[in-house]
């Protein structure tokens, strides 16, 4: 029997922020290193001054990272994810240098070398509220308590929660959120839609392929 499988889509052009959700190929521990983390952290901070987008929230986990960020001055956030993920696989995929080499992963042969270091998909949820923002960045801090990683959310470097809680440098910089604009026509009138920072000209943009 043939599966047919529903087109992911994407809503962007709105100048709403996105919270994407992205995982290790198979959720294997590729970022289950302090290297890899640190390394990891330095990337976004380089595509934002290239693609020109706000970064308010992030957590980096060992299997999967989750973003907070807002929509590019071109293109969309897939393309900003796609050269994220080609950038860290490329580092995923080398070793530190040792007496001038730089050696591969050590897997035990070419036939156990993962074909990806990513998932193809990523999750991405429109974030227009308030209330949306403090939910996602309250569930990205505590990602590494429920994984008995830490005790708390400060013991965890590779996240925005400095930033927020205690006003200090994380290990990216983050956007701090502006007074939220008028709120869009939405099925709850009540909440404040809240725009990323950077004030971009508004262009749609249709349904990106995953």
Excluded at 19 to 39: D, E
Excluded at 147 to 173: F, G, N, Q, T
Aim: charged share 30%; with cysteine; aromatic share 10%.
């Amino acid at each position: 029997m043939r599966v047919i499988r529903h087109p992911l889509r994407r809503f962007y052009g709105r100048h709403d922020l996105h919270f994407v959700t992205f995982s290790c190929y198979r959720r294997r521990p590729y970022l289950g290193t302090a290297r890899a983390r640190n390394r990891f952290v330095r990337i976004p901070h380089e595509l934002r001054q290239r693609h020109a987008f706000a970064l308010l929230g992030y957590v980096v986990m060992p299997e999967h990272v989750h973003l907070l960020i807002g929509e590019p001055a071109k293109g969309n956030p897939c393309k900003v994810l796609q050269v994220l993920k080609q950038k860290v696989s490329r580092f995923l995929r080398t070793k530190a240098p040792r007496h001038g080499q730089q050696l591969r992963l050590p897997f035990a042969s070419e036939a156990d070398e993962p074909p990806a270091s990513w998932q193809r998909h990523f999750y991405d949820f429109n974030v227009w509220s308030a209330e949306k923002v403090l939910e996602k960045l309250e569930k990205m801090y505590d990602n590494p308590v429920k994984r008995k990683l830490v005790s708390h959310p400060k013991d965890w470097p590779w996240s925005s929660w400095s930033h927020y809680a205690k006003r200090e440098p994380d290990l990216i910089a983050i956007v701090a959120l502006e007074e939220p604009a008028p709120p869009r026509e939405n099925p709850h009138p009540e909440t404040r839609r809240v725009r990323h920072p950077n004030s971009f000209q508004r262009v749609r943009h249709p349904p990106c392929a995953p």
